[in-house]
T-cell receptor, first 114, second 111 residues
């Protein structure tokens, strides 16, 4: 089992540019979550999907952020246009069961917006 | 991914001692609690979980205690090892599918 795979591991971009973060969940997992981690706010849930359908996006900061899950093995988180305050580590996580046992995290994408 | 920054509460313990990490949760409707460990450059890793119908659960070298009366959760690590050095997060979930994380505690193990 390769675990949750995220790419890229690091992304450095200039303000105003579009950024796309990618995630491959563990095969067979029906739930996929996007989290953001910063020094100031800790781990924040942005959005989650169940069976490829977005269930709750109330954590998405603003319209500049969007997430898709076109199929069970792939999800993207897009920021357009990016701003310096978007700099953070973005984690994707997946799980099979609604009771979230356990939630498997990828190793994250560190985004720096200059 | 670096976990959290300089303002995390920190627990320093000597190798071989027991560690106790505490967490206060806010939602009295939460019925499932999880402890995660996050090492530098990695995502959070599941350690142990407990449901609200229990007050104690043991794993390998770890024990989680739940006190619903005061909404308090603790993680006990026996015979702490250098490899236990990390940031530890408690997380809770209740009537939704959302897992809400606490702010984390940094555990430092010194020889």
């Amino acid at each position: 089992d390769a675990g949750v795979i995220q790419s890229p591991r690091h992304e450095v971009t200039e303000m105003g540019q579009e950024v796309t973060l990618r995630c491959k969940p563990i095969s067979g997992h029906d739930y996929l979550f996007w989290y953001r981690q910063t020094m100031m706010r800790g781990l924040e849930l942005l959005i989650y999907f169940n069976n490829n359908v977005p269930i709750d996006d109330s954590g998405m900061p603003e319209d500049r952020f969007s997430a898709k899950m076109p199929n069970a093995s792939f999800s993207t988180l897009k920021i357009q246009p990016s701003e310096p305050r978007d700099s953070a580590v973005y984690f994707c996580a997946s799980t099979k069961f609604r009771d979230l046992t356990p939630l498997h995290f990828g190793n994250g994408t560190r985004l720096t917006v200059t | 991914g670096e976990s959290v920054g300089l303002h995390l509460p920190t627990l320093s313990v000597q190798e071989g001692d027991n560690s106790i990490i505490n967490c206060a949760y806010s939602n009295s409707a939460s019925d499932y609690f999880i402890w995660y460990k996050q090492e530098s450059g990695k995502g959070p890793q599941f350690i142990i979980d407990i449901r609200s119908n229990m007050d104690k659960r043991q794993g390998q070298r770890v024990t989680v205690l739940l006190n619903k009366t005061v909404k308090h959760l603790s993680l006990q690590i026996a015979a702490t090892q250098p490899g236990d050095s990390a940031v530890y997060f408690c997380a809770e979930t209740g009537d939704t599918d959302k897992l809400i994380f606490g702010t984390g505690t940094r555990l430092q193990v010194f020889p």
